[in-house]
């Protein structure tokens, strides 16, 4: 799939929209988040003078029965007492501010007030009281400190003292993630794995709520003061914002310097750690006016965004990241981090020119296997008249969690913490055209949603086993009505094996492999488990060994070999074939390929010896052996040989046993 035939030129990148597991606020109503206001002077300082001493006036007398502790500090304020209803008193500084009448609104409980006993102390304010003896504020003179209810009042310690409230202190400032030293060394020595899920969608239900919190104190459906609603819409705003802003900043290009790299990255931080401080003060003095799923919902974001500034630096402090200038966006570097991929600019050429702005429909749901979940895109057609273009979309894992170690052994397998499995795809795809064959599908990079993964075409024919029938397809293996096609089908299925023996492919089998029916072509998907860096031989599988639900490893080395694919693996030059895969696998990986490489171009050339490279699949004919055995044809000689590492054994004999329901991927020759 070349740039001129998946896609248009390419623009600067969409903003990333992503789609799953987002972090959701529901619609539930809080209260407020808490912050220091301004105050007039005069107020501001009566409050702090509530914490010294009582005046001796005659009013007051009665508090002289509760023992006060002379460490203590006492009260300079005039208290007056009110008595509001039989067996409870109120008091206050301003009696002008207290109107005893019944409440209609939601109540705030006495229990939330500073008590002695049934005297409830107040601070200024307008309040109602109901018959039960529960208050609430209706109108007050100056802007509240959130998080406290009601705003500014006078409590009552267990002392028997009434003292002003402490105001709460804020959240202790979010660490610079590369101001601090400290933590900018730990972050690059360290494997940040996670990412944003849905931004667009966190950052649309975040201004829902932010506007469902004015709606409602407005209709008067709210328990928070008008200030209060104002605060905790405006933090929500802020939230989103930092979301928004960084959904921009990360469609942008890289630049080509490092200086400038640097410094994007830096204010994309910047931005990030605002939204980081905003929810710490959140979770620092609002957590108990958030329900349970909307502060969990607030500390996967803060999550997230922690582990992109990581991500961000990174990339700043990745020697080769200017390498990546123009070629690759702010979003699709990160990825590459994210994933465990290098900063390789050779690597920006797998990428598609199609993004998220030439999609010209929603995404569907295609399938899914074990692991992964496929999307159908639809874009736009390279030119205002021609038909929109599908593709598939896989997203990649920034981790292994198969365990399909235990079938090939750990000695063997691929590096969990950092698999690279789209790159394997393109790195058997690049030993495909080497080897001059068409088998596998047309694939590139791209990200879709915030997500790298694979944008493919859709594979052709059908799977040899049909799971809703529960029988095998019709397919002509050995046909004499449609003996080219069965000849083509020898061929394809043949050289799928030597594809897979070089590949060190380890999860072949009839559900991933299509083939036409009308044609003999063979398409070959899901070529993840392949390229391990301790595989470097090819052996020939076992039958009856199978680990829980996976079934034994393809292939082994073939019988046969076609003369184009004969010339092509005994003639590939090692050197070449290490720069090609470079971008995109391990040393480790590159070497064990070459020694594969080595031990096919060995069996080929006994295959030559012994009279099996195949020049015409249709008309072939084997070699006569020393018990006078030969002139058999491909697929009897192919059953004669009764490997079972032969795919067109395995698929043929499951299409013969039609009369049962065999297991698709576990046939008796599997």
Not at 41 to 64: A, C, E, F, P
Not at 381 to 406: I, M, Q
Not at 502 to 512: A, E, I, W, Y
Request: charged letters at 25%.
């Amino acid at each position: 799939m070349s740039n001129s035939s998946i896609g248009a030129s390419r623009s600067t990148p969409p903003p990333l929209n992503t789609s799953s597991q987002s972090a959701s606020l529901d619609k539930a109503e809080g209260t407020a988040f808490t912050r220091k206001t301004s105050k007039p002077k005069g107020i501001k300082k009566m409050l702090v003078n509530l914490g010294s001493k009582l005046t001796t006036s005659s009013k007051h007398k009665s508090l002289s029965k509760y023992k006060i502790s002379h460490s203590q500090p006492k009260p300079q304020v005039n208290l007056t007492r009110i008595h509001a209803q039989p067996g409870l008193e109120i008091w206050t500084d301003n009696p002008k501010s207290i109107t005893v009448k019944p409440y209609q609104g939601p109540p705030i409980n006495l229990k939330n007030l500073g008590k002695m006993g049934n005297v409830i102390v107040l601070p200024p304010g307008n309040w109602q009281i109901n018959p039960n003896g529960k208050v609430t504020q209706f109108a007050f003179p100056f802007p509240s400190p959130l998080g406290q209810n009601p705003p500014g009042q006078i409590v009552q310690h267990f002392t028997g003292h009434p003292q002003a409230a402490a105001q709460p202190k804020p959240a202790a400032p979010v660490a610079s993630a590369y101001k601090n030293h400290g933590l900018r060394t730990l972050i690059n020595q360290s494997r940040v794995s996670e990412r944003f899920h849905d931004v667009q969608g966190t950052s649309d239900k975040l201004k829902q709520k932010a506007a469902s919190v004015i709606d409602a104190f407005q209709k008067g459906t709210s328990r928070h003061s008008q200030a209060n609603a104002n605060l905790k819409s405006q933090h929500l705003v802020q939230i989103a914002s930092v979301l928004d802003q960084h959904k921009s900043e990360q469609a942008k290009f890289m630049p080509t310097t490092t200086a400038e790299i640097k410094a994007q990255a830096k204010s994309q931080i910047d931005s990030l750690e605002q939204g980081m401080q905003a929810i710490a003060e959140i979770t620092h003095s609002g957590r108990a006016h958030y329900s349970k799923d909307n502060f969990k919902a607030l500390q996967t974001l803060s999550r997230e965004m922690d582990a992109e500034r990581a991500l961000l630096v990174q990339v700043m402090d990745d020697p080769k990241s200017f390498e990546l200038g123009s070629k690759l966006s702010w979003g699709e570097a990160t990825e590459l981090k994210r994933l465990g991929y290098a900063s390789n600019p050779d690597l920006a050429d797998e990428f598609t020119t199609l993004t998220d702005a030439d999609l010209v429909k929603p995404d569907e749901h295609f399938g899914a296997g074990k692991k992964h979940s496929v999307q159908k895109l639809t874009f736009a057609g390279e030119t205002v008249n021609d038909p929109p273009r599908e593709y598939l979309f896989k997203a990649e894992d920034a981790r292994d969690t198969s365990r399909y170690e235990r079938v090939v052994g750990k000695d063997k397998y691929l590096d969990k913490s950092r698999p690279r499995f789209a790159a394997r795809n393109l790195a058997a795809r690049k030993l495909q055209n080497t080897l001059d064959l068409k088998l596998l599908p047309d694939m590139k990079l791209t990200t879709h949603n915030g997500k790298m993964g694979l944008l493919m075409t859709e594979a052709r024919g059908v799977q040899p086993f049909n799971h809703d029938t529960g029988k095998p397809e019709d397919i002509a293996y050995d046909s004499l009505e449609k003996p080219r096609v069965s000849a083509n089908i020898q061929k394809n299925l043949t050289d799928a094996q030597w594809l897979d023996c070089l590949t060190g492919q380890q999860d072949r089998h009839s559900t991933n492999l299509f083939i036409d029916p009308d044609n003999g072509d063979v398409t070959l998907i899901d070529n993840d488990q392949a390229f391990y860096p301790g595989l470097r031989e090819v052996n020939d599988p076992e039958p009856d060994h199978k680990v829980g639900n996976w079934p034994p490893p393809w292939p082994g080395k073939p019988e046969l070999i076609s003369r184009e694919t004969f010339e092509k693996i005994t003639t590939m030059d090692e050197d070449s074939l290490r720069r090609d895969l470079e971008p995109l696998l391990d040393k480790k990986e590159i070497d064990s390929t070459l020694f594969r490489l080595n031990d096919l171009k060995q069996h080929a050339k006994k295959l030559a010896d012994e009279g099996k490279v195949v020049e015409d699949w249709l008309t072939w004919r084997s070699p006569e052996t020393e018990g006078g055995k030969g002139g058999l044809r491909v697929a009897d000689f192919l059953r004669s040989t009764g490997k079972p590492q032969s795919y067109f054994n395995a698929l043929s004999e499951q299409a013969e046993q039609l009369h049962t329901r065999p297991d698709p991927q576990h046939t008796r020759s599997l």
